[in-house]
């Protein structure tokens, strides 16, 4: 079947630590997002990605870092530069490059914690 | 800046009634308006999508209907059942140019509990 896959499904965080999580979908997908979703709060765009090779910052950037070497593959690090890394983290992909005409698939998110 | 507002209160409804969600955004009416659904600890999943120029989508039980004017969607579930129970997402693109490509918001969602 085809979707997103994000792993782990829980991840606990040292201090001063960075940590990685995967996102690797199969549905040819162009586009690639990062959400952060907390409670009470809508999802938030970390970056976003409309082809490999090329990222951009969303509106909450800073403390985290990206990659997109694979049409497949959209790593996040959470660096240790994020002081409130505590959320769970949305992994989305669109067949266009984010034109709002076409929907998102999710991943079904990564719970990160700090030990 | 745009800003998208959700009822905050958790929708009870009983079995078999209609439920209606609310979504209101403010600044500049965006061209596409989406919906989705999201189930606890799970990944949000894409329900509808409606379009500037259209004033009612329909998909099975669901309605969205979108005015420009109001600067509101309404999401309606008719016949609800208990499986509809989740929290129900709605979500646009912040701009109207290419510039604005892959920057989506998100609302906080509206929580929908469907009793027998």
Redesign the interface.
């Known amino acids: 079947d085809g979707g997103i896959t994000q792993s782990p499904k829980y991840l606990f965080r040292k201090e001063g630590q960075n940590v990685t999580l995967s996102c690797e979908q199969n549905l040819n997908h162009d586009a690639m997002y990062w959400y952060r979703q907390d409670p009470g709060q809508g999802l938030r765009l970390i970056y976003y990605s409309q082809i490999v090779n090329d990222f951009q910052k969303g509106d909450i950037a800073e403390g985290y870092s990206v990659s997109r070497e694979k049409k497949e593959s959209f790593p996040l690090t959470v660096t240790s530069a994020q002081k409130n890394p505590t959320a769970f983290y949305l992994c989305a992909s669109s067949i266009d490059q984010g034109t709002g005409t076409q929907p998102q698939h999710f991943g079904d998110g990564t719970r990160l914690s700090i030990l | 800046s745009q800003k ?1 507002e959700q009822n ?1 209160e958790a929708l009870n409804i009983q079995e078999g009634k209609t439920a209606t969600l609310t979504c209101n955004y403010t600044n500049y009416s ?3 308006l ?1 919906w989705y659904r999201q189930d606890p ?6 329900l509808l ?1 409606i379009r500037e120029n259209e004033k009612e989508k329909r998909k099975e039980r669901l309605k969205v209907t979108f005015d420009t004017t109001l600067k509101q969607s309404l999401f309606h579930i008719t016949a609800s059942q208990p499986a509809d129970s989740a929290t129900y ?1 709605c ?3 912040k701009g109207r140019t290419t510039d ?10 509206t929580q929908v509990v469907v009793t027998p």
């Open positions: 998208i905050s965006p061209a596409y989406q600890g799970r990944g949000p999943v894409f999508l997402l979500a646009l693109k604005s490509w892959g920057k989506f918001q998100f609302g906080a969602g």
